[in-house]
């Protein structure tokens, strides 16, 4: 178990076999996760230059993935986390003008032919061929 422990300025790892806590890095700590293997926990941190960053539990060692910096974050306390593996995910504030909403339709269902949307749609499409 990795985690912040009292205040996000440190990140302790909890070993089972000697049941004790061992610092592994000490910088503010944002939603750390572990690689499916454990031998990585990341993090993001807005200390120094904002990036996310990787400690490997073997020895400790710290290492930026990814800057951060001039990336206007959003969301409930600017969450990260990671996809797939070690791709990092964070949500990033694009500003009110790029929202966009969509009508889905589950596979193997057809869409009303009479929505105007759709109708609008294939008539932009029509004008483009």
Request: charged share 20%; hydrophobic share 40%; glycine share 6%.
């Amino acid at each position: 178990m990795a985690l912040p422990l009292a205040s996000p300025d440190a990140l302790w790892l909890f070993d089972r076999t000697t049941t004790k806590w061992a610092q592994l890095c000490q910088r503010f700590i944002g939603y750390p996760s572990w690689l499916p293997d454990s031998k990585y926990v990341y993090f993001d941190s807005p200390q120094g230059e904002p990036a996310f960053y990787r400690v490997r539990i073997s020895d400790h060692k710290l290492e930026m993935v990814a800057s951060l910096k001039n990336m206007r974050l959003t969301g409930t306390f600017a969450w990260t986390g990671l996809v797939q593996g070690d791709t990092p995910l964070v949500l990033r504030d694009a500003g009110t003008q790029e929202i966009y909403a969509f009508d889905w339709q589950a596979p193997g269902r057809v869409a009303d032919p009479d929505i105007p949307i759709l109708k609008q749609a294939k008539a932009e499409y029509a004008k483009l061929q």
